[in-house]
């Protein structure tokens, strides 16, 4: 095949090879990138970096800094830099360096950024991901590059189940632990007939169907399921729906915009004067209540951490937070925080030594300490962080709304 | 053929060659980005560039290419072979089927009816959970073959395909374009009502072009499952087609290689300045602005300004409204 | 009454509610696009910073009916400034120029936003006399949402009313049909569409200040919103507003009802609607002129 170059002109064809390479040079060079913050932060000592004399030993966090799961990885990456704030940025006699890229809630954007931090930056593990599609497709990533991946937030059940990696570890949650045990209580303290409402995508069914594990199996019956599509402006319909089915109580999972709508028009429809809401703990979190305003009193919901939980750790955590970042902690924080000690303490066990990947991950499968949100500890079979999981009240303490914790269920595992 | 100008093609094909070879893996999965992209802007630029249809749901080609190479390397087979002619011919099929719709109106209505084909085969993405996973998507997907024991496990490998497809592509629309139905088609964006007058059936042309870009498109799409392994909704979202515009328009509407160094320049920008600031936003969008101000042709108006009087390639302006601007 | 009948009643009632928000948020779009031949991308982002704005007004005067006459003002006089400052340049570049500029509006007034006011959810908190919830035919209904109708239904009055009755809106009107004629007429046509821009900026912040307490205030609300924003000037049709409000209340009616009816396909249904009417009647259902 004969291909007509005339009206290519030489000179344009020199500069778009310019143009080209205009392109590419920065990027043999861009290796360097990203926010990096290491122990030249607050302890001054780093500088006697001697100990050990080894490379500083590199984490790769993943979060959303941009739109709108962007205070979700504040708090995360606050939570980790807390933590090794603590221990001076060195474990095992190496000096740790956090490296944080946008998971820019899109997969190919998150994946290249976890790319650039395992093959450009040299990260010697990645931590992080909110979003469940993008934690499975790094799943992948990870699992051919055996790089270990310490899951500090995404839900999807796959990811310690059909998915699970000998490189993959999870210290945050699945969508069904955290319902699972409020599904018996349901059946035993509300009633035997249930209406389940929750978002139409996968992290939405994955949580009904952790709580209807645990209210069927219970002997409670559903009455009615409702899936408003993500994003969902007015629940005024499916609240009229719920009126119908007249149910004994209704079980929810909504997070974030949808969860300040949800509660609200729950009140304004009327139905929280007549049907108690329970749910995951995202319906009452400490991110949405302050736009719920008083529509959220009542309601439940069963999560792995609460800030009221009254423990000598959690109390210590929660106080050191408000001190450090002017705030208080969310569920994020502490997914963080034992991430990062998760992540330390595996290092320490290694003295330091990183140079067999699947030992770095296998280090963390043998870690387990009394976090703020009590005992936690790694299944061996999936790697599923095993904790506590608590149902919260909001009421009105001392004339302000606040989460009570109305009961504990201990050592939960994911239930599969 | 002239001898200036075959150096200059030899020098380029062997940068593109030892390129693997001399930068690292990360740079070079950048490369295979741009190239993706590359080919997706350009087949964008047959409807918005050439012919002076702005669609705005070119994504949903990108995303059927990519969900049919998915399914069918998950459930049949990985070779290349099979899975990227079968993207190949359902996004030429779609883009028959909604191409005949959208090209019976124009201009603003044209954008709109491409938006709503492209966000209605989002929400089947979206719901159809057996087929395409739901909102997690699709994962785990097969590295693809060449034949059985030869797969493209090595991104170098990936690489030099992903170029051979890259470099068809962009030979296969200037061989089109310089072809009698190709110049009839810029004839259409620049006066459609006179072509109408001698005789031309223009919604033929026009569905022929879509086609063609749609099934483009799929080549793209088919290509990012290969790269990344995974595929979600998200591809199909109106977002992606609204950057594949801007690629074209910042790269430069209506020329060969515009889209393609669009699609490098938005892609590099992005992911170098979001490893620095978390306030890219106002960066990219900052950047935008200064094209409008600045370039207003893009990359390549830039070009053609620098250079000699060259053969002028860069397009006029045209309204979405197209005859009646 | 019969009890579904009186629920049915209800969701008829929610769709109104959320056709009058689609209603204000449209309008100003379609007046643009219309009028200007604009495609305004960062028509999403006025909405945006409507709700944000009041935000602060309200935080800071504690009144939310000073919120909801101040920010669409101060939105309005940002889009004045911008049409001044930016758009007007790209009249007689084409629609992707426009497309390139409005574009990039959004992203840095989206980045703006998260930049001034955080990433946190908010919500606008109505005062006590349009909050809480009364009982109509049996049913518990929010007082707010009934206000939303009524001051759709005024706005869109007094729309109609200058477009229609005014000498302003003669020469808006004849500014969709014929703009050589306008300038033909001596009037000054920079200043029309300055103008124009500007009261679209109005109306698209006024939609933010009213969904704040429906939809609430988060990051990725300006693009969202101007996806339905323009579905419902291609279904009601181009610059006028009759149409629009047409076209809104269809649509919002549409998406409350097929939520009941189909749930699995309300992600579809309304651009499905949308591709009918651009096939069968590609000018909008209620738009009598071309675009």
């Not at chain 3, 933010?208 to 988060?218: D, K």
Request: neutral net charge; proline residues 3%.
């Amino acid at each position: 095949m004969m291909i007509k170059l005339k009206s290519f002109k030489i000179g344009k064809i020199l500069l778009v090879i310019a143009i080209l390479g205009l392109i590419i040079l920065p990027l043999v060079g861009c290796g360097n990138g990203g926010s990096t913050n290491s122990s030249s932060g607050d302890n001054k000592s780093g500088s006697n970096a001697t100990v050990g004399s080894t490379e500083p030993f590199k984490v790769g966090l993943i979060i959303p800094k941009s739109n709108v799961y962007a205070t979700l990885g504040e708090n995360l990456s606050n939570g980790m830099t807390m933590y090794f704030d603590e221990i001076g940025w060195k474990a095992g006699g190496r000096e740790i360096q956090l490296l944080q890229e946008d998971e820019e809630n899109d997969a190919q954007a998150a994946l290249r950024k976890a790319k650039k931090l395992v093959e450009s930056d040299k990260s010697d593990v990645l931590v992080g991901v909110v979003n469940s599609s993008i934690a499975l497709a790094i799943r992948d990533y990870v699992d051919q590059n055996k790089v270990p991946f310490l899951v500090a937030h995404a839900g999807a059940v796959g990811l310690t189940r059909a998915k699970k990696s000998d490189y993959v570890y999870r210290i945050s949650f699945t969508n069904e632990q955290v319902n699972f045990p409020n599904g018996k209580w349901t059946y035993e303290n509300l009633g035997k007939k249930v209406f389940v409402i929750a978002p139409d995508y996968a992290a939405g069914k994955e949580q009904i169907n952790g709580f209807k594990k645990g209210f069927t199996s219970a002997g409670g019956t559903i009455v009615g399921e409702a899936w408003p599509p993500l994003g969902t402006n007015d629940y005024g319909s499916y609240l009229q729906q719920i009126t119908k089915a007249k149910p004994d109580a209704v079980y929810a999972f909504f997070a974030g915009t949808d969860a300040v709508r949800f509660v609200q028009q729950y009140s304004e429809f009327g139905l929280k004067k007549k049907i108690p809401l329970n749910g995951s703990g995202w319906l009452n979190a400490e991110d949405v209540r302050p736009a719920q305003g008083g529509a959220v009193e009542g309601v439940k919901g069963s999560l792995y951490w609460q800030l009221a939980l009254d423990t000598p750790e959690n109390k210590n955590f929660v106080e050191n937070y408000k001190k450090k970042f002017g705030k208080e902690p969310s569920g994020e924080a502490v997914e963080g925080y034992d991430a990062a000690r998760v992540i330390a303490e595996g290092l320490e066990t290694l003295k330091g030594d990183s140079s067999d990947k699947l030992k770095v991950a296998q280090a963390w499968g043998d870690i387990k300490f009394v976090s703020p949100r009590g005992p936690i500890e790694f299944d061996k079979e999936n790697h599923m962080i095993i904790q506590n999981i608590y149902l919260a009240e909001t009421q009105k303490i001392d004339g302000k709304l606040q989460n009570k914790i109305i009961a504990t269920f201990k050592n939960v595992k994911d239930p599969i | 053929m002239n001898r200036k100008n075959l150096l200059a093609m030899s020098v380029l094909f062997l940068i593109s060659l030892v390129l693997p070879w001399v930068i690292a893996v990360y740079p070079l999965g950048i490369v295979i980005e741009i190239l993706i992209y590359g080919i997706f802007a350009s087949s964008l630029n047959l409807l918005l560039g050439y012919s002076g249809l702005v669609s705005f749901g070119h994504a949903a080609f990108f995303g059927i290419g990519a969900y049919t190479a998915s399914i069918f390397a998950q459930n049949v087979s990985a070779n290349i072979f099979f899975t990227l002619p079968a993207a190949v011919i359902v996004s030429l099929l779609a883009a028959l089927i909604i191409g005949f719709f959208c090209t019976r109106v124009s201009g603003f209505y044209f954008l709109m009816l491409t938006l709503a084909f492209a966000q209605m085969i989002y929400a089947i993405a979206h719901q159809w959970e057996s087929l395409t996973g739901g909102s997690n998507g699709l994962s785990g997907i097969p590295v693809p073959q060449l034949w059985s024991g030869f797969s493209f496990e090595d991104q170098k490998l990936l690489y030099y395909l992903i170029l051979i497809v890259f470099l068809l592509v962009i030979f296969g629309i200037r061989r089109f374009i310089a072809s009698p139905v190709g110049q009839t088609l810029i004839g259409i964006r620049e006066n459609e009502g006179r072509l109408k007058a001698i005789g031309y059936n223009i919604r033929n042309y026009k569905l022929l072009a879509f086609v063609i870009a749609g099934g483009l498109g799929g080549v793209a799409g088919a290509l990012y499952s290969y790269f990344n392994g995974f595929v979600s909704p998200h591809e199909v979202y109106w977002t992606v087609s609204g950057h594949a515009i801007i690629m074209v328009i910042i790269g430069g509407a209506g020329t060969l290689i515009g889209p393609t160094l669009g699609a490098g320049f938005l892609i590099i920008l992005q992911s170098v300045v979001s490893s620095y600031t978390d306030r890219w936003y106002s960066i990219v969008g900052l950047t935008f602005i200064a094209f409008v101000l600045f370039a207003p042709k893009g990359i390549m108006g830039l070009i053609s300004l620098l250079k000699l009087p060259g053969k002028k390639e860069v397009t006029q302006n045209f309204n979405v409204e197209g005859e009646k601007a | 009454m019969n009890e579904s009948l009186s629920i049915l009643a209800m969701q008829v009632l929610n769709g109104l509610a959320y056709g009058m928000l689609l209603f204000l948020l449209a309008a100003g779009l379609s007046l643009i696009f219309g009028n200007m031949d604009i495609l305004n991308l960062a028509h999403g982002s006025f909405y945006m910073l409507g709700a944000y704005i009041a935000l602060s007004v309200a935080q800071y005067l504690d009144n939310f009916w000073l919120a909801l006459i101040l920010a669409p003002l101060l939105v309005g006089l940002i889009s004045l400034v911008l049409e001044l400052g930016l758009l007007r340049i790209s009249y007689n570049r084409g629609h992707l120029t426009q497309v390139l500029l409005t574009f990039g509006l959004a992203y840095v007034f989206n980045d703006l936003v998260r930049w001034i006011w955080g990433a946190a959810i908010h919500t606008l908190t109505p005062p006590a006399s349009i909050s809480g919830s009364l009982e109509i035919m049996g049913q518990t209904f929010p007082r707010y949402r009934v206000f939303v109708v009524l001051l759709g239904f005024v706005i869109a009055f007094l729309l109609w009313f200058f477009q229609e009755k005014t000498r302003w809106g003669a020469i808006i009107r004849a500014g969709v049909s014929d703009k050589e004629m306008v300038g033909g007429l001596g009037i000054n046509i920079h200043l029309v569409f300055t103008l124009i821009f500007a009261l679209g900026g109005v109306l698209a912040g006024l939609s933010g200040v009213a969904a704040g307490p429906i939809l609430g205030l988060y990051p990725g609300m300006d693009f969202e919103t101007l996806i339905f924003a323009l579905i419902v000037v291609v279904v009601g049709g181009l610059g006028s507003f009759t149409a629009t409000f047409g076209g809104a209340i269809i649509i919002g009616l549409a998406d409350t009802l097929g939520k009941v009816w189909f749930p699995e396909a309300s992600l579809f249904l309304i651009f499905a609607i949308m591709a009918v009417v651009l096939l069968v009647k590609p000018q909008g259902l209620f738009g009598g002129r071309a675009a």
